[in-house]
């Protein structure tokens, strides 16, 4: 038994954090990422999320197709919206993309899906990126197909640093949803400061990106398990924000919150409605019922959960 707890326990109805109403309006939505593996440790989603939302499986490498398929069918019969992750890199064959498209229809009704070239450095198979299965025909019928973005660029893409190749890489999936008849959006990977989301949001704009973006956000968690989730993925420039944190000793135990980020988030909306911004994504690397708990509290009836009362641990 742990001998400290430092989580917080859910704020109870009458000590909730005051509704802001552009929070409220962004978080309308929003989406939740899971694995298998953490989607076992909750008894019912409904009793956490919105009836309808989407929530993205994370296909990690290693995880058996049956228990992806699994994950998805069960989402699906709790009336979540399933949108499993295609990873190209880890992928054999056509063959192999074909088997998995028709197990995830056939038994969980999947309609959306999420294409991304995959947290390995070489391709195992057959396909090296997104557009190349989406090349490959066996997404037609789809009503939607999210992409990734990278606020803070990706050097397994490009080496340098730099944007040019991922600008280019969003124009022509941005022409293959137009041409294909699709629904698109760049779902990202998360950051923890508002200027410099904003700041890409722009240069998007200005590369001709015209998709909606899905921002990624970090769900409250321990400093020391986002520091560690963020030098993991490649976070760049907004990793000085926990870097800093870290460095008080007074916060360093003290779950890490995006509440300050959203309101930032938010208010930028308000003024800029045209901010590319859609939607949130949030990585729960805290766990799914700690996140969801800090959405209700903060996101009020865009998060009310579809049974009407949350879960409890």
């Known amino acids: 038994m742990a001998l400290l707890n430092f989580r917080r326990p859910a704020a109870p109805a009458t000590d909730l954090p005051a509704a802001r109403p552009d929070v409220v309006a962004l978080m309308q939505g929003f989406s939740m990422e899971v694995m298998p593996r953490t989607?076992?440790?909750?008894?019912?989603?409904?009793?956490?999320?919105?009836?309808?939302?989407?929530?993205?499986?994370?296909?990690?490498?290693?995880?058996?197709?049956?228990?992806?398929?699994?994950?998805?069918?069960?989402?699906?019969?709790?009336?979540?919206?399933?949108?499993?992750?295609?990873?190209?890199?880890i992928i054999a064959d056509r063959a192999e993309l074909a088997d998995w498209v028709a197990r995830y229809r056939g038994e969980a009704d999947i309609r959306e899906a999420l294409m991304l070239g995959g947290g390995v450095n070489h391709p195992r198979g057959a396909y090296d990126?997104?557009?190349?299965?989406?090349?490959?025909?066996l997404f037609d019928g789809f009503r939607r197909l999210h992409v990734a973005g990278h606020p803070e660029g990706n050097r397994d893409i490009d080496?340098?640093?730099?944007?040019?190749?991922?600008?280019?890489?969003?124009?022509?999936?941005?022409a293959f949803a137009r041409a294909a008849g699709v629904e698109m959006a760049i779902v990202t990977q998360f950051a923890f400061e508002a200027g410099p989301i904003i700041d890409w949001t722009r240069r998007l704009r200005s590369a001709g990106v015209e998709l909606p973006v899905h921002l990624g956000l970090a769900g409250p968690a321990k400093l020391q398990t986002l520091i560690r989730f963020a030098i993991a993925c490649g976070v760049g420039p907004s990793l000085r924000v926990l870097q800093k944190r870290a460095r008080d000793v007074s916060k360093l135990l003290l779950?890490?919150?995006?509440t300050d980020l959203v309101r930032a988030l938010a208010a930028h909306k308000a003024e800029d409605p045209d901010f590319a911004v859609e939607r949130l994504h949030f990585f729960p690397l805290g766990g799914i019922r700690t996140n969801a708990e800090w959405t209700q509290a903060h996101?009020?009836?865009?998060?009310?959960?579809?049974?009407g009362k949350s879960e409890q641990a």
């Open 299 to 307: 996101g009020r009836d865009a998060a009310r959960p579809a049974t």
């Open 255 to 258: 779950p890490f919150e995006p």
């Open 39 to 89: 989607a076992e440790k909750i008894a019912d989603f409904r009793a956490l999320l919105p009836e309808g939302t989407r929530v993205y499986i994370a296909h990690i490498d290693g995880t058996p197709i049956a228990d992806m398929v699994a994950t998805a069918a069960r989402l699906r019969a709790e009336g979540m919206e399933p949108m499993p992750h295609f990873p190209a890199r």
């Open 159 to 174: 080496p340098s640093g730099g944007e040019a190749l991922l600008m280019q890489a969003l124009r022509e999936k941005q």
């Open 129 to 137: 990126n997104a557009m190349q299965l989406l090349e490959t025909g």
